[in-house]
C-alpha cells in the first residue's frame, strides 16, 4: 500500500466538522445521512459515541468512514454506519482508500472489544426481472426517483391516477404547509408519535428529532398536512448535494380516507424538484409489499441494499431478508410485541419507546 496515505480514528468532536463536510459535499456517493449533523445529532441526543475513520494523503482528506458505537444494555454493543437510517457507509476516492478505511475501522473495533462493525451502503439498481422470484422474499431494497426540471414536469410525469389522488386530497379540504421553525418539529411528533403506536413500534424521542432540525437547519424541511388546524399527515425530508431522502412520513389512520399521505408526498416532492434536487430517495421498503406500490407510483425504482456485519474482523452480509431459524423466530414473536405495545396509553409509549430505541439501530 502506498506509505503517504495516513490513516486514522478519530472522535467526531475533535475532527474538523467542516473538513469532513467539505469532502461529503463534493463525493457523489454521499447521501444527506453523511452530514456531520447526523452524528452530532445521535451524539446529543442519544450519548451514543461518534466516530470518523480518516484517510489523508499529503495532507489531503481523501476518504472518510462516519461511525457509531452504539451502547448495549448487555455487552459492548456495535459500530455502525449508520445507525437510525438506511446509508451511511464508505466515502473514498478509490479501492485503495476504501481498503485502508475499513481496516481502520476494524482495528478501532478490536481496542474497543467490539465484536460487531455495520456498514450501510446503496448498490446498483435492480432490473425488471429481478424484482419477482430471483431475489429473496422479504428481500429489503432502497427507493429512488429521479426528479425533473420542475414540479409542474413531474406532475404531468404521473398517471392520471396518481394526480386525481393528490387532487383528492385538496378536494377534501386538507392543505399542507412546509415550515422551517423550529416548533414545527412538536407538530410533526404528534402525528409520528401516535402512528408508531399504531404499528406496536418504539418511537424516536421528540429531543432526537429537535437535535436533528438544530443540527441540520434549513437542510431538514418538515411538511405538516392539516385538517383545519389538525395536524393529521406530516414527514421530514434531509437535503446534501442534489439530493433529497424522507426517512419518516406518517398519517393518522382516522384520516387516510382523505388521502393526506397523496398531498403529504407531493408537496415534499413538488417543493425539493423546485429547488433544483434532482434525486428523491423514498427510504427502504421490502419488494412487492404497500410500501414498495406506493413509492413506486411515484416513479421510483428499486436499488439495491448492501449492509454488511464484520464480526471480529471477518466479513459477514447481514442479509436483507427474513429468512434463517432466529428470524423466524422473531417473526413469530413480533406480532405478540406489537399488540401489547399498541395497548400502551401513548404518553407511557412516548416516555417508554425512546428507551428502547436508542438502542435500535434500525
Not at 48 to 65: D, K, P, Y
Not at 110 to 139: F, V, W, Y
Not at 335 to 360: D, M, T
Request: glycine share 8%; hydrophobic share 40%.
Amino acid at each position: 500500500m502506498n506509505t503517504d496515505i495516513q490513516a486514522r480514528a478519530s472522535r467526531f468532536n475533535v475532527f474538523p466538522a467542516t473538513e469532513y463536510d467539505q469532502y461529503v459535499a463534493g463525493h457523489s456517493q454521499a447521501t444527506p445521512y453523511h452530514s456531520s449533523a447526523w452524528l452530532q445529532a445521535t451524539e446529543s441526543a442519544y450519548g451514543h459515541t461518534c466516530w470518523l475513520i480518516t484517510v489523508h494523503h499529503n495532507g489531503s482528506l481523501c476518504g472518510v468512514l462516519p461511525l457509531v458505537k452504539v451502547k448495549s444494555p448487555i455487552g459492548a454493543g456495535s459500530l455502525v454506519s449508520l445507525p437510525f437510517c438506511d446509508l451511511g457507509g464508505v466515502l473514498a476516492d478509490n479501492a485503495e482508500i476504501r481498503e485502508r478505511l475499513i481496516a481502520e475501522a476494524k482495528a478501532l473495533a478490536r481496542t474497543n472489544r467490539i465484536k460487531i462493525m455495520e456498514t450501510r451502503e446503496s448498490g446498483a439498481a435492480l432490473e425488471t426481472e429481478q424484482t419477482t422470484d430471483a431475489l429473496p422474499a422479504h428481500t429489503k431494497v432502497r427507493m429512488l426517483c429521479e426528479l425533473p426540471e420542475n414540479s409542474e414536469a413531474l406532475f404531468k410525469s404521473y398517471k392520471p391516477k396518481l394526480r386525481s389522488q393528490i387532487r383528492k386530497a385538496q378536494k377534501n379540504g386538507l392543505r399542507a404547509e412546509l415550515l422551517t421553525e423550529p416548533d414545527a418539529v412538536n407538530l410533526f411528533y404528534d402525528v409520528f408519535s401516535q402512528n408508531m403506536r399504531r404499528l406496536g413500534s418504539p418511537v424516536h424521542s421528540l429531543q432526537w428529532f429537535k437535535d436533528l432540525k438544530a443540527a441540520y437547519g434549513d437542510h431538514l424541511l418538515i411538511s405538516v398536512v392539516f385538517q383545519g388546524d389538525k395536524p393529521v399527515g406530516a414527514g421530514i425530508v434531509l437535503l446534501g448535494g442534489k439530493q433529497a431522502c424522507i426517512p419518516w412520513a406518517s398519517t393518522l389512520e382516522e384520516f387516510n380516507r382523505l388521502a393526506p399521505n397523496m398531498l403529504l408526498y407531493w408537496t415534499l416532492l413538488s417543493h425539493v424538484c423546485d429547488l433544483g434536487y434532482t434525486l428523491f430517495d423514498f427510504g427502504r421498503s421490502t419488494l412487492g409489499e404497500g410500501t414498495y406500490r406506493f413509492k413506486k407510483q411515484w416513479g421510483a425504482e428499486p436499488y439495491r441494499l448492501v449492509w454488511t456485519e464484520y464480526h471480529s474482523g471477518e466479513q459477514n452480509p447481514t442479509g436483507l431478508d427474513t429468512s434463517g431459524n432466529g428470524a423466524t423466530r422473531a417473526s413469530r414473536l413480533r406480532p405478540v410485541i406489537e399488540n401489547i405495545w399498541r395497548r400502551l396509553p401513548l404518553p407511557f409509549a412516548n416516555w417508554l419507546g425512546p428507551k428502547l430505541r436508542r438502542y435500535i439501530t434500525l
